[in-house]
């Protein structure tokens, strides 16, 4: 442990980042240039695992992910990419319109009508984006007061349901606008 | 231990630098001719002896053939990939090279790191003339956006001229470097560096700690194909169309008369910066003379495409720092490039604020080379530098589709690790396939490895192999395996997709360490003779000094013995056998100095009265 932090999902970033700083001094392979090669070897193998560690912390939808990996609860190559039930009219309208361009494209067609629906249609999800980052935020805070607490396992197995369920949600959301900004491009 | 130095390897020119001791301010190193500018140009002669800066650059004009210019557009890529170039460039390439590119000078054929190596030798004799003692040890920039293959070749040059490179540095990170000791500033700040090849953005915090300063490099981008020859082959083909509609001549742009009149358009761009209109006047084999008026307003014209091309790297550097760019406290202009006018306009511009130009843009990426060797050097020290990976490195998965594993801009050193398993029975090996950029489909990214994992045969799915991607202080890629059911470490062979290969490499270096070592012994011998030569001479003629006439016979014995022996070694080649005799001959001819030294002075006192003394 790096960082030396408990798991909780707050986390004050200008104390990380003067930590992360501290640490980059002691462990930088710029450091042990003139040293022996097991102390370089070291030093490298650390200071990724710091910069890793910091890169992780640092991006709160990262953080999230990493605490669901820590506990378990999340596991690499497991995301699901469903469309959430009520999200899926507006999904099948997008991927609609979104065929209609690629075609108008082909074809020589009107794009400038097209574009301006799909322009709004990503708006509309970045604004879902951002209901989902502020669910998101607040079970996190949610997650914190339960380690406060020193809540029960099921209490904190709920939480981290919500909050994996939160992070698909997120990423399915996130490809959609993500196609939408190529495409429109 | 023995002296780092920081090299500046560019398109156009390479330099090399050091902290002078004095000052503890970075310092360029001139070479024979007084200039600290070695331009990167490489010829051949018949006889097989390398010519290289500005001697080989003056063989563009008549020789060609023989001469290689902006060899570090080759560098780490495939043939595939500068089909482009060779329509601007006169690279002769070798029709069977593949993966790695060969380009013929002369009646040879070589790869852009020994090409390379022929620059960093030279600059590499330079530091140790400039010393007088050997230079094993560098800092060698690169373009912030080069890709690990072409930092990989950056490292092979290195090696085949016989230097170690401690550390490859960005060559934005190298300029904010520089500045930052002359500047002392503190917040964010943006490096514009547009150099004869490469165009680099890199945005930086300039943080103090307890410790001392760091500088952390947020976010990078960029185009290692776009430079200042663009703008240079731009108005070549404006020019070379013109000349073919009014005198209806044409030439191939790798004829001399190309090369010509390239030489001629630079010479008018750089006037273009200091006054409004430039004229050429080109003489033609016909006996015409081509005239072109340039106004600076259109030139302007005709380079914006190249100009606005920088600025979308720009708008991502900075929406990847997460900064606007009114919150960039200070913009630094590096590369020959950006004095032209057009340039440090749009610059402003888009900052909305004046760029920082005080050190020269030639040396400002050689300057914090010396800067960060001088960092390594001493192990501890004020400063660290905290780069960044420029691209995601990804690796290939099912359909050809890539999962980023280390996302571009991620501090370095970085690291990921991946489990493989297998997926029939008995499978035997796992193929993995390495690559770097920021597209979603395979083939749109930089291959930069495969390799097969070896694996036990076992029932599918119940080996675990742990592979972990490191991406060390230069921004090279390194690949360890383990066995997570055995604990069993393993070294993959990686073959880089676009490289030299180490058997490859220790071949190469065989056949130029020889070399190396030769010339280091051989220039020495040179300058030891030389200096054997002017203290034979002295003593010779201090012995015609009345004062000699004081010395016992011991002590004449004794010279005239140091001086045989001196003599002695000046017809062999052994430098340090040279230069102790030498220190024996100052030994022995101790005391006649002084006697002379003393005649001397009072010589001088003689006439003068005691109070003008």
Redesign the interface.
């Known amino acids: 442990m790096l960082f030396g932090l408990p798991r909780k999902l707050w986390i004050e970033m200008s104390a990380l980042e003067?930590k992360f700083?501290?640490l980059?001094?002691k462990l930088?392979?710029?450091?042990?240039?003139?040293?022996s090669a097991e102390e370089q070897e070291l030093s490298?193998k650390r200071?990724?695992?710091l910069?890793?560690a910091?890169?992780v912390l640092r991006d709160p939808v990262a953080r999230v992910e990493y605490l669901l990996e820590l506990e378990g609860m999340r596991k690499?190559g497991e995301h699901k990419q469903q469309a959430p039930p009520e999200l899926l009219e507006e999904v099948f309208e997008l991927n609609e319109s979104l065929d209609e361009l690629r075609e108008a494209k082909a074809s020589g067609g009107d794009l400038a009508s097209l574009k301006t629906r799909l322009e709004s249609a990503e708006k509309s999800f970045q604004v879902k984006l951002g209901e989902v980052d502020a669910r998101l935020q607040e079970t996190a805070r949610q997650w914190d007061a339960a380690i406060d607490a020193d809540a029960s396992d099921t209490d904190r197995k709920g939480i981290m349901a919500r909050l994996n369920e939160l992070l698909n949600r997120r990423s399915y959301i996130r490809n959609l606008v993500t196609n939408v900004q190529k495409e429109v491009l | 231990m023995a002296r780092i130095v920081g090299i500046d390897l560019g398109t156009t020119n390479s330099l090399v630098a050091y902290i002078d001791p004095q000052t503890g301010a970075p310092k360029c190193i001139p070479g024979p001719s007084g200039s600290t500018l070695c331009p990167s140009v490489v010829s051949i002669d018949p006889d097989g002896s390398i010519i290289v800066g500005e001697p080989a650059r003056r063989r563009l004009l008549t020789q060609p053939e023989r001469t290689i210019y902006s060899v570090k557009r080759l560098m780490g890529r495939g043939v595939a990939d500068i089909q482009d170039e060779l329509k601007l460039f006169p690279f002769r390439i070798d029709p069977t090279s593949k993966n790695v590119i060969r380009v013929r000078l002369g009646d040879k054929f070589f790869t852009a790191p020994e090409i390379s190596a022929f620059i960093l030798r030279e600059l590499k004799n330079w530091a140790e003339a400039y010393f007088g003692e050997s230079v094993s040890r560098a800092v060698v920039t690169v373009p912030a956006y080069f890709n690990d293959a072409q930092r990989q070749a950056t490292k092979d040059a290195g090696k085949l001229a016989g230097l170690e490179v401690l550390r490859l540095v960005n060559e934005p990170t190298a300029a904010a470097l520089a500045y930052g000791l002359h500047e002392k500033q503190r917040g964010y700040v943006a490096v514009y560096d547009f150099g004869g090849g490469t165009f680099d953005i890199s945005v930086l915090k300039l943080i103090s700690t307890r410790e001392g300063d760091i500088y952390q490099v947020l976010s990078t981008n960029g185009d290692t194909h776009l430079g200042g020859d663009d703008i240079d082959n731009l108005l070549q083909a404006f020019v070379h169309e013109k000349i073919l509609q009014q005198h209806r001549v044409d030439f191939s742009p790798h004829s001399e008369l190309a090369q010509e009149l390239r030489k001629e358009l630079i010479a008018i761009k750089h006037q273009l910066s200091e006054s409004e209109s430039a004229t050429l006047r080109f003489p033609l084999p016909n006996g015409a003379i081509f005239v072109q008026e340039f106004e600076r307003g259109a030139f302007e014209a005709l380079i914006r495409p190249i100009v606005d091309r920088t600025m979308g790297p720009v708008r991502q550097a900075l929406a990847d720092a997460k900064l606007k760019p009114s919150e960039i406290e200070e913009v630094v202009l590096v590369g020959g490039a950006t004095r032209t006018p057009l340039i440090r306009h749009a610059v402003r511009e888009y900052f909305d604020r004046k760029p920082h130009t005080e050190l020269n843009p030639d040396e400002v990426v050689a300057l914090g080379a010396a800067v960060q060797a001088n960092i390594l050097d001493r192990g501890v020290s004020n400063m660290l530098l905290l780069d960044v990976t420029p691209l995601s490195l990804g690796i290939e998965t099912y359909g050809g589709a890539v999962a980023k594993v280390i996302p571009r801009n991620s501090t370095i050193p970085a690291s990921a690790q991946e489990t493989y398993t297998t997926g029939v029975d008995n499978q035997t090996g796992i193929d993995i396939h390495v690559l770097q950029g920021e597209r979603e489909l395979a083939k749109d990214c930089r291959s930069l490895a495969r390799f097969t994992l070896k694996v036990p045969p076992a029932p599918a799915g119940l080996p675990r192999i742990e592979v972990k991607f490191l991406i060390d202080a230069n921004g090279i890629l390194q690949v360890g395996a383990k066995d997570t059911r055995t604990g069993e470490q393993r070294t993959i062979e990686v073959q880089p997709s676009y490289g030299i290969s180490d058997t490859e490499i220790e071949r190469m270096l065989e056949e130029s360490i020889e070399y190396a070592e030769q010339d280091f012994a051989e220039r020495q011998a040179i300058e030891a003779r030389t200096e054997a030569e002017i203290i034979l001479a002295a003593t010779q003629k201090a012995f015609h000094n009345p004062q000699a006439a004081s010395l016992t016979h011991a002590e004449r014995e004794n010279i005239d013995a140091a001086v045989a022996a001196l003599k002695e070694s000046v017809s062999g080649n052994d430098y340090k056998l040279i230069r102790r005799r030498i220190d024996e001959l100052n030994q022995a001819t101790m005391h006649l100095a002084e006697l002379l030294m003393n005649s001397a002075v009072s010589t001088a006192l003689q006439g003068r009265k005691l109070a003008e003394v």
């Open positions: 003067k700083l501290q980059s001094w930088h392979p710029d450091k042990f240039v003139n040293a490298l200071s990724s695992e910069n890793d910091y890169r690499e």
